[in-house]
């Protein structure tokens, strides 16, 4: 579902983008059929916004520069602390199995 969701939202914001239309949380909610408050919420949703945004803006200045650096630091930081949370799973199980 994380993954169904993520690239619905990624496509609504490719489709804003690609008709000209500024990419707002309003827009993106309603064409990815969840609530703005959970595009906020989530950091991997609100990254992808925020750098169709980005995008948007004139990438070759240096403020839009450090600005996709710092959309692209805050997704790696989200992507991370998932893979900690499945390798931090995945050890628990590893115990349970070797426990039986």
Do not use: W
Request: hydrophobic fraction near 45%.
């Amino acid at each position: 579902m994380t993954g169904d969701l993520l690239a619905t939202v990624e496509q609504a914001c490719a489709q804003l983008a690609a008709r000209g239309l500024p990419v707002t949380f309003t827009e993106v909610a309603t064409r990815s059929r969840t609530s703005k408050a959970t595009l906020y919420r989530r950091p991997e949703l609100r990254a992808v916004i925020e750098e169709h945004r980005a995008q948007a803006r004139s990438a070759l200045t240096i403020s839009g520069l450090a600005a996709d650096i710092n959309l692209l630091r805050q997704g790696l930081e989200a992507l991370a602390a998932r893979v900690r949370h499945h390798e931090e799973l995945i050890r628990d199980l590893q115990r349970r199995a070797r426990a039986r």
